[in-house]
Structures are given as structure tokens and as C-alpha cells.
């Protein structure tokens, strides 16, 4: 009797690992796309890659994935973490912030884009008005997890340019969910009804639906995160960022949605609380596995006999839709502000299609929407996209970096610095008595802070109050890393642990070596200990007390203001030189 495995395709994906880690290393060193790194991987290894080879040589298909069926549940997995992800990343108070950018721009970078590419389907290829419209929509959505990388390579992520694109992406983002629903109600609707109707009627239930998720699963998982993470367990922080994912996904498809659509709006549920760095930080290593093997999926599912069969077709399509997007995209950053040399960068950046159009294609598809060989081109036409983005990437920067020197350099270089200091905030780590006294202090006078604290219950509460304050462990430098903490123009640390103290100052210090570090200390032991381990500034509490009551002493005793003031700074500065002497001085 033939053996059967209790774990189906355990081949495959025990493939996929090796594949993951020997790639991703070697991706990171050669500094390539983890997206066009798994995407070439994945047609490579897949059915239309070596895979034809397969039955010629048995030994390939050790090496190979000759059917993708092997990986594909694995793969939608993968689907809902992408969604959950680009949630996470979207907030009403971010949206809001850059409302000009993300509701002009992206908004009339998508319906313009759209119906250019949709009118070029519909006069020029001769497909449908329903086909022509969906593909038009998928096309207008540029690949946020490709852009965000470059422009991080390149350091642009705060420049006014990288800020512009993250807005239109953030936009592309929100269009996942209306696109989404159009798909549906195509799919579901009767022939004899027009798009129209049917678009409305879906819209409809579907808004009914996501109001009725969105506001009784938002109290639901605010009350377990608050309820549980007191524990501080990273066990059950990960069981509940998984069961918020999956449980919200299975309400959306249980209610007639993708559940796609119900990753991103657990995503856009914890984006509102406290807790959002802190699952960003737990999904973080998860993330980048569960992306590749989605990537590497749609790698598999690119024909590259398809390229041989019309090369031609293919080129002039290609051509076609990153001229139109990076026209569109172009215009609308020059019309906002850009220099015409950075605008072009940015046009060519988002020139490509997105990742999520591999996602919406196959929905397309499955709801017989689209027929599977446009699908199947339109799929190739955006993974060629991706595959040439950093050479665009490149082209654009080039473009923009030519235009830069030629304007006036002080002019930028003052621009620059205004940017800078907007983006810089105060980092509190510890948010309790001495912390929110501080965060009052910065308030009044209008400085930007942003506070992080452990007691889940008072997170929540001052968080409620509108208060910049998340539940997180400021010692993790990857955590400070989100706020982006190089930038920040004072790290303090108020918690009233020693260890933890000690701990986040090491951790800081070794991250974030020019970082401006002031910390709270119980005595002057402890203070010479955070001195020696690197903080700039330590605040004995002990010694304020006593000097602040020895002020009060003086003062009843008939000296002036002015003496005592005197005699109470010579005195911090005699204890203050004395936290730098090594131990055992006189």
C-alpha cells in the first residue's frame, strides 16, 4: 500500500522554506526587492518555469513546483496578511493629516488612470465595457510594498516626494475596498441587470455589513486586546492578532465579502487602538514569509509562453500602461506643488501595477467577471511591471536628482529643514505621573510627542482622551524605529524600574548612537550607572526631592530667592560632576 502523509503537500512547503532562507538573505545582502526577488523565484520554479521540464527530467520535480495547487492555501494566508498589513497602516488621524494628498491626488490619480487605461481597453483592444472598467480600475493601483522599499533604500520616505507617494498610496489602499465590491456585485448580479444596479444594490449591503463588522467588532477587539495584554504575553498578543484577522475575514465572507476585505478592516480596527506598533512589531517576522509565499504564488501563475506567443502585444501594453500612469501621476504631483523633475520621479515610481491587482484578477476570474486568458495577460502585464520598477525607479531618481541640483541649493537645503523639524516629535518612554507631567508641559507649548507605556488600562484610558499614547515597550529599539526615533530631537525615558531603565538605555545608545537621551534615576547610584551606560542627561529623583525641600527650608529661614537658587544649582552641579567620576573616586 502506497504511504499517505497525514500533512498534505509537506513537500512543497518544506521547498518553500529552503527557497525562503536561502533567498531572503541572499536578497537583503544584493539589496533587490524581496517582491521582484520571490516573484522571478517563483516563475523560475513554478509550473511554467522548469516545472515543463519536470516530466523530461524526474529529478526536477524535487526542485520544482510542477502544479501550484500545492501552496495555494498557503498562499491565501498569505493574501489576508497583505490586506491585514495595508489596514494597519491606514488611521483616520493619518488620512486626515495628509487629506489633501490623499483625497485630491489619489483620488484623481485613480479615476483618471482608470478610465485612461479603461478607454484604451474599450476602443483600441475591443474588450467589453464591464471587463474594461474592471481591469481599468485594477491597473490604476500602483504596488505600495515595492515603492515603500525603494523609496526606504533610497532615504526618501520623509522627503515631500516620498510623502506625496505614500499619501496616493494610502488612497490606492482605500479604492481596494469599493474595487473589491464592483468584482462582487458584476459577478453576482443577473443578466438583465445594468452595472449600475447592481453596483448600487451591493454597495448597499456590503456598507450595511462593514458598518455593522466595523462597529461591533472594533469594541469587541478593543475589549480583549485591553483585557489580555495585560498579561504581557507574546503567546496570546500573536492569538489574538490571529483571531482578529481570521474571525473578522470569516464574518466578511459569512456576510457575502471577500474575506480579503475582512483582513484589511481588522487591520483598519487595530490601527485605531494603542496596540498598533505592538502588532505591527508581532506580525513583522510573519509578514515577510507569508508575502514571499503570495508573491512566489503569482510568480507561479505568470505564463512566461504567453511573452513568446504575442512579444510584441506584450511590450506595447507594458509600454502603454506605465506611460499613462506615470503621465497621470506626473501632472497631479506638478499641479500639487512638485518641481516637474521630482514629479516625473514620482510618475515613474508609481508607473507599475500593484500587488493587489494579482489579488483582485483571480476574484475577477473566479466570479467568471473575467475570462481566465485576459486574466491571465493582464497578470503578466503587472508582474512585468514590477520586475522593471527599480530600473524606472532609478531612470526617475536620476531625473529628479539632475532637477534638484539645478534649483537653487539654499532654497532646498531650507526646505529640507523645515520638513525635518515638522517630522521630528519627543519620544516619552513611561507615560505614568512623570511622564504624563512632561507630555502636559510639551502640550502647552504646542511641542509634538509621542509616549509609549506598558499598563494596558492606562494606555487605554489616556489614548481614549486623545492622548498620543500607545502600549509598547520603549527599550525595543525596533519599536522606536516605527516613530522614527533617529529623528526625534529628545528620547526620555520616565520609567521608575532600574533594570528596565538600564535596559532601554544600553538598547538606545547602541541603536541610536547621536540620539539626545534623558532619563529618570531613583538615586545617584543608579544615576551613574545610566551616565556610564550612555544617557546625555539623569534626573536623580532622591536628589530633586531634596534639593527642592532644602530650597523651602532656606527660604523660611530669611534667605532671598536668588541666594537659595544659587546655593541649589551649585549643588546639582557639584552631585552632577560626581556621576561621572569612576567608581571608587574621591
Known amino acids: ?63 520544482t513546483f510542477p502544479r501550484d495547487q500545492g501552496i ?67 491597473l490604476s493601483l ?79 477587539v478593543h475589549k480583549l486586546f485591553r483585557a489580555f495584554a495585560e498579561h504581557r504575553q507574546p503567546d496570546v498578543f500573536m492569538a489574538l492578532i490571529l483571531l482578529s484577522t481570521f474571525g473578522i475575514a470569516g464574518l466578511s465572507a459569512a456576510a457575502g465579502l471577500s474575506m480579503a476585505l475582512g483582513a484589511m478592516i481588522a487591520g483598519l480596527l487595530l490601527a485605531e487602538t494603542e496596540f498598533k506598533h505592538e502588532v505591527e512589531l508581532m506580525v513583522e517576522p510573519f509578514k515577510g514569509l507569508l508575502m514571499g509565499l503570495f508573491f512566489m504564488t503569482v510568480g507561479m501563475s505568470i505564463d512566461t509562453r504567453q511573452i513568446l506567443a504575442a512579444p510584441l502585444l506584450l511590450v506595447a501594453s507594458l509600454a502603454g500602461l506605465v506611460l499613462i500612469k506615470a503621465l497621470v501621476t506626473a501632472s497631479l504631483l506638478r499641479i500639487g506643488g512638485q518641481p516637474w523633475s521630482r514629479a516625473l520621479e514620482g510618475g515613474l515610481l508609481l508607473g507599475q501595477g500593484g500587488e493587489f491587482a494579482f489579488v483582485a484578477i483571480g476574484y475577477a ?55 525635518a523639524s515638522a517630522r521630528g516629535r519627543v519620544i516619552i518612554a513611561g507615560f505614568g505621573r512623570v511622564g504624563q507631567q512632561l507630555g502636559k508641559l510639551l502640550g502647552e507649548q504646542n511641542i509634538p510627542f509621542v509616549a509609549f507605556e506598558c499598563d494596558a488600562k ?36 520616565t520609567m521608575d524600574h532600574p533594570a528596565s531603565s538600564m535596559q532601554a538605555v544600553r538598547g538606545i545608545r547602541r541603536e541610536f548612537p547621536h540620539a539626545r537621551l534623558f532619563v529618570r534615576s531613583r538615586d545617584e547610584k543608579h544615576a551613574r550607572a545610566l551616565r556610564l551606560a550612555g544617557a546625555s542627561v539623569v534626573v536623580p529623583e532622591t536628589l530633586e526631592a531634596s534639593l527642592q525641600l532644602s530650597a523651602f527650608v ?33
Open 1 to 63: 500500500m502506497q504511504e499517505q502523509h497525514a500533512f498534505p503537500f509537506l513537500r512543497e512547503i518544506l521547498l518553500f522554506l529552503i527557497l525562503s532562507g536561502i533567498l531572503i538573505p541572499i536578497l537583503q545582502r544584493l539589496r533587490i526587492n524581496q517582491v521582484i526577488g520571490f516573484l522571478a523565484v517563483g516563475t523560475l520554479v513554478g509550473p511554467f518555469g522548469l516545472g515543463l521540464l519536470a516530466g523530461e527530467l524526474p529529478w526536477l520535480a524535487f526542485l
Open 72 to 138: 495555494a492555501a498557503l498562499a491565501e494566508i498569505g493574501v489576508l496578511f497583505l490586506m491585514f498589513m495595508i489596514g494597519l497602516e491606514l488611521s483616520a488621524a493619518r488620512l486626515w493629516a495628509m487629506r489633501r494628498w490623499v483625497l485630491g491626488a489619489g483620488t484623481a490619480q485613480v479615476l483618471a488612470s482608470a478610465a485612461l487605461v479603461g478607454g484604451v481597453l474599450l476602443l483600441a483592444y475591443g474588450l467589453d465595457a464591464q471587463a474594461a472598467l474592471v481591469v481599468g480600475l485594477v
Open 142 to 220: 500602483s504596488s505600495t510594498a515595492v515603492v515603500m522599499q525603494l523609496l526606504a533604500q533610497q532615504g526618501a520616505t520623509g522627503s515631500p516626494l516620498g510623502q506625496a507617494a505614500f499619501a496616493i498610496l494610502m488612497l490606492q489602499d482605500l479604492a481596494v475596498v469599493p474595487i473589491l465590491l464592483l468584482i462582487g456585485a458584476l459577478g453576482g448580479g443577473s443578466g438583465g441587470d445594468s452595472v449600475a444596479v447592481l453596483a448600487l444594490t451591493t454597495l448597499l449591503k456590503a456598507g450595511i455589513a462593514i458598518t455593522l463588522i466595523y462597529l461591533v467588532g472594533g469594541r469587541v
Open 365 to 419: 476570474m473566479t466570479s467568471r467577471v473575467l475570462d481566465p486568458a485576459l486574466g491571465g495577460q493582464v497578470m503578466l502585464v503587472v508582474g512585468l511591471s514590477l520586475f522593471i520598477t527599480p530600473l524606472l525607479a532609478r531612470l526617475g531618481h536620476a531625473i529628479g536628482e539632475r532637477g534638484e541640483h539645478a534649483r537653487n541649493e539654499h532654497a532646498a537645503e531650507a526646505d529640507n529643514g523645515a520638513l
Open 458 to 493: 492606562l494606555v487605554s484610558k489616556l489614548h481614549a482622551e486623545g492622548q498620543p499614547v500607545y502600549f509598547g515597550n520603549a527599550a525595543r529599539p525596533e519599536l522606536l524605529r516605527r516613530v522614527h526615533a533617529d529623528e526625534a530631537p529628545a528620547i526620555v525615558l
Open 554 to 586: 532656606l527660604e523660611a529661614m530669611g534667605l532671598d530667592a536668588r541666594t537659595v537658587d544659587g546655593i541649589v544649582d551649585h549643588e546639582r552641579d557639584l552631585v552632577t560632576a560626581k556621576l561621572l567620576e569612576p567608581e571608587g573616586a574621591a
